[in-house]
C-alpha cells in the first residue's frame, strides 16, 4: 500500500477494481460495482449498482457519483429484491419505488440507467417459489421503471394488471395471488418473522399452494 500510495484499505480496494475495470475497458466490456463498494479513487467510467442504502454512504454516495457525471442502475433491495417475503416488499411498495434516486440534480437523472430487479436462488429452492416471488412484482417493477414520475395510479395499475394474472393462469405459472391488497404493519411484521426464523415457505402455502415445502 504504500509503494503505491494508498493510504487504507478503501482506497486499496479502489486500487484493485480499476485494475479490474480497465482488464474490461480494454475489451470493451463495462464494469459495475455494488454501491458498498465505492470508493473515492474509482475510476469514473464504473457503473455504480445501488442495492443497499445504509452502507458506505448509502444512496447519497451514489447520488454524487451520478451529480458528477457518472451511470448508476438502481436495485435497491426493499423494493426490487424478489427473494425476500411479500410481507417485507408488498406489491404497492414496489409500484411506488422511484427509480432516481434522492439527492440526483434532474440534470443529471439520465445518468440512471434503469431498475434491475434481482432475486438470489440460493433462497429459492423450487420452480414453484420462483414464479411464486417473481410474479406479478415482475410485471410491477416494469410498470414502475418506464411510468413517468407524479404519473402513477396504483388502482389504475391494478386494473391493467388483470390480464396479466389471465396470462399466468394459462401458462400454469405459480403466481402470488392477493397481494395487491394492503396488509396491516403488524400482519406484515409477524410474516418477517415468520420468513426468517421458522418457515420461509409460509406465504407459499397460504396462497392456496399445498405442495410447498415447509
Known amino acids: 500500500m504504500r509503494e503505491m500510495g494508498l493510504k487504507n484499505e478503501r482506497e486499496l480496494q479502489g486500487h484493485f477494481l480499476n485494475c479490474v ?63 425476500y417475503p411479500y410481507a417485507l416488499t408488498p406489491l404497492k411498495k414496489t409500484y411506488d419505488f422511484e427509480p432516481i434516486l434522492p439527492g440526483i440534480r434532474r440534470r443529471s437523472e439520465a445518468g440512471v440507467r434503469g431498475i434491475e430487479a434481482a432475486i438470489w436462488t440460493e433462497w429459492i429452492d423450487s420452480e414453484e417459489k420462483l414464479f411464486f416471488n417473481a410474479l406479478p412484482r415482475l410485471t ?22 388483470q390480464p396479466h394474472y389471465a396470462l399466468y393462469e394459462r401458462l400454469n405459472l ?41
Open 174 to 214: 405459480p403466481y402470488a395471488k392477493g397481494v395487491e391488497r394492503p396488509q396491516p404493519l403488524g400482519k406484515r411484521i409477524r410474516g418477517v418473522k415468520t420468513f426468517l426464523l421458522t418457515d420461509s415457505h409460509a406465504e407459499l402455502r397460504s396462497n392456496g399452494t399445498g405442495s410447498a415445502k415447509p
Open 21 to 83: 475495470n480497465r482488464f474490461l475497458r480494454e475489451r470493451g466490456r463495462t464494469a459495475i460495482v455494488w454501491n458498498d463498494g465505492l470508493c473515492a479513487n474509482l475510476d469514473k467510467d464504473v457503473t455504480a449498482q445501488f442495492w443497499v442504502p445504509f452502507l458506505s454512504g448509502g444512496a447519497g454516495l451514489t447520488a454524487r457519483r451520478v451529480n458528477a457525471g457518472g451511470a448508476a442502475i438502481n436495485s435497491h433491495c426493499l423494493r426490487v429484491y424478489y427473494d
Open 140 to 161: 410491477v417493477t416494469a410498470e414502475t421503471g418506464w411510468t413517468a414520475r407524479g404519473r402513477k395510479h396504483y388502482r389504475d395499475f391494478l386494473l391493467r394488471l
